[in-house]
T-cell receptor, first 121, second 110 residues
């Protein structure tokens, strides 16, 4: 079974440009999460999508946006890139939510992809 | 606000036991998880505690005290391959979103 796949692996952009990152979740997973991991820092929650809807958003400016497609894959867009956007962007997937309650009783286990390294020059 | 505190670095020798602590302050609490991330790799799930007490999975154990807003990850019989970053994470809202700590870098020496 394929894991969570992300593309591209590396991306180099300049200030002011736009970046698009892509994520394919594990088959059967309907929830997709995006996290930003700046060098030496923890994982900062960006966005959560479930069943095509944005369910929650972290403390990031509106130039960070995304969407989830009918096949549950997802895209993260970062507009007007700034130098501090340079980071590893991690996508994770999990079983879906139903009325806010995890379908999986117990831990909401996230399965992460290997990430997309974005460098802004 | 919501915050999780864990030590930034821990060093131990092969075969030893190490404990990584995590204290949290969140608006809600539905469980504490631990993830391992090797350099350049994806974080991977290690363990989860929703109730007070100790959960054991092989060489790794995780403990939770909800009254103290505290948990720890215990790694026994350390191996070189255990050198990695370890993150605690809280589920504050019984939904998909997890809040992660800053991570503890564990260095295992021969």
């Amino acid at each position: 079974e394929a894991g969570v796949t992300q593309s591209p692996t590396h991306l180099i952009k300049t200030r002011g440009q736009q970046a698009t990152l892509r994520c394919s979740p594990i088959s059967g997973h309907t929830s997709v999460y995006w996290y930003q991991q700046a060098l030496g820092l923890g994982l900062q929650f960006l966005l959560w999508y479930d069943e095509g809807e944005e369910r929650n958003r972290g403390n990031f400016p509106p130039r960070f946006s995304g969407r989830q497609f009918p096949n549950y894959s997802s895209e993260l867009n970062v507009n007007a890139l700034e130098l501090e956007d340079s980071a590893l962007y991690l996508c994770a997937s999990s079983l879906g939510q139903d009325g806010g309650l995890p379908l999986y009783s117990g831990a909401n286990v996230l399965t992460f992809g290997a990430g997309s390294r974005l460098t802004v020059l | 606000g919501q915050s999780l505190e864990q030590p930034s670095e821990v060093t131990a020798v092969e075969g030893a036991i190490v404990q990584i602590n995590c204290t949290y302050q969140t608006s809600g609490f539905y469980g504490l998880s631990w993830y391992q991330q090797h350099d350049g790799g994806a974080p991977t799930f290690l363990s989860y505690n929703a109730l007070d007490g100790l959960e054991e999975t092989g060489r790794f154990s995780s403990f939770l005290s909800r009254s103290d807003s505290y948990g720890y990850l215990l790694l026994q019989e350390l191996q070189m391959k255990d050198s990695a970053s370890y993150f605690c994470a809280v589920n504050p809202s019984n939904t998909g979103k997890l809040i992660f700590g800053q991570g503890t870098t564990l260095q295992v020496k021969p």
